[in-house]
Antibody, heavy 121, light 109 residues
Framework: EVQLVESGGGLAQPGGSLRVSCAAS????????MSWVRQAPGKGLEWVSA????????YYAASVKGRFTISRDKSKNTLYLQMEGLRVEDTAIYYC??????????????WGPGTLLSVSS | QSVLTQPPSVSAAPGQRVTISCSGS????????VSWYQQLPGTAPQLLIY???KRPSGIPDRFSGSKSGTSATLGITGLQTGDEANYYC???????????FGGGTKLTV
């Protein structure tokens, strides 16, 4: 059974750093593209970042490019999002999601429950 | 301001049919697949439609997707109160080299 469980959210200060994780089970992260999608309180979905199955291709939303880094750990089958230079507007629930396709073009068919990041002084 | 534009809300009576539009451009919807997601209150989104008009297993055929030019449409027939949710379209944007979501549409049944 495919499962995704995010962790690592919490309270961070503006300008600070945090890493959120997504433990995957029931499939290998190296077989599918993966994305991070966030949702600010009471707002819509915002795609944040994605990585192809090979890991050769990574993509970022303009709002996080240069500040966030997506990566994976094969031994732990875990996806990460390293966030630097945090801003108040980064406050959101962060979801990891699995694509149906290796390249990331067939829709996100499994989602984790999300982890909440609050950025505030 | 989302790259893909959806109406903030739509409503229809139980048993009726509703459509939700998603307007984009030549760099996203016109040249790429569209996905649709349903998000029930307090839950993670669920994939309803992928590759513009395909349904994942388990999604009833009451849900359908289509596109024409730079716009895509989600159709829902036989509306049920359980369909009350927020619906989002998504597509790859070739100019931005990024995936983009619509702002979401709240469906009231």
């Amino acid at each position: 059974e495919v499962q995704l469980v995010e962790s690592g959210g919490g309270l961070a200060q503006p300008g600070g750093s945090l890493r959120v994780s997504c433990a995957a089970s029931g499939f290998s992260l190296w077989d599918y593209a993966m994305s991070w999608v966030r949702q600010a309180p009471g707002k819509g979905l915002e795609w944040v970042s994605a990585i192809s199955g090979s890991g050769d291709h990574t993509y970022y939303a303009a709002s996080v490019k240069g500040r966030f880094t997506i990566s994976r750990d094969k031994s732990k089958n875990t996806l990460y999002l390293q966030m630097e230079g945090l801003r108040v507007e980064d406050t959101a629930i962060y979801y990891c999601a699995k694509d149906q396709n290796y390249y990331g073009s067939e829709g996100l068919d499994y989602w984790g429950p999300g982890t909440l990041l609050s950025v505030s002084s | 301001q989302s790259v893909l534009t959806q109406p903030p809300s739509v409503s229809a009576a139980p048993g009726q049919r509703v459509t939700i539009s998603c307007s984009g451009s030549s760099s996203n919807i016109e040249d790429n697949y569209v996905s649709w997601y349903q998000q029930l209150p307090g839950t993670a989104p669920q994939l309803l439609i992928y590759e513009t008009n395909k349904r994942p297993s388990g999604i009833p055929d009451r849900f359908s997707g289509s596109k024409s030019g730079t716009s895509a449409t989600l159709g829902i027939t036989g509306l049920q109160t359980g369909d009350e949710a927020n619906y989002y379209c998504e597509s790859w944007d070739s100019s931005l080299t990024a995936w983009v979501f619509g702002g979401g549409t709240k469906l009231t049944v």
